[in-house]
Nanobody
């Protein structure tokens, strides 16, 4: 099994910055991607950014130029630097890991990010 632990959420004013961290524990093998997703009340969970095992990155359009994802997928570490935060970025942010060798994905418990106007 794999356990994902997120940290770094909190309350920040619009225009501010936060850095989220995710650490994976357990049998970390065959990782295909690690990524950040978010969910606001009444909305579907959506992709924010992810890193593939080959090193390429993928961002949602609404965070391009503001957020930066980094980490070592093979070692199970992931970060999200969030700059120029907006009230609409308020959500629970979840860390995700997909393992091709296990044929499944894993989720963290989530960390709350609140941006005040």
């Amino acid at each position: 099994q794999v356990q994902l632990v997120e940290s770094g959420g909190g309350l920040v004013q619009a225009g501010g910055s936060l850095r989220l961290s995710c650490a994976a524990f357990g049998s970390i093998i065959g990782v295909h991607t690690m990524g950040w997703y978010r969910q606001s009340p009444g909305k579907e969970r959506e992709l924010v950014a992810r890193i593939f095992s080959g090193g390429s990155e993928d961002y949602a359009d609404y965070v391009k130029g503001r957020f930066a994802v980094s980490g070592d997928v093979a070692k199970g570490s992931l970060y999200l630097q969030m700059n120029s935060l907006k009230p609409e970025d308020t959500a629970v942010y979840y860390c995700n890991l997909y393992s091709w060798s296990k044929g499944r994905e894993f989720w963290g418990q989530g960390t709350q990010v609140t941006v005040s106007s």
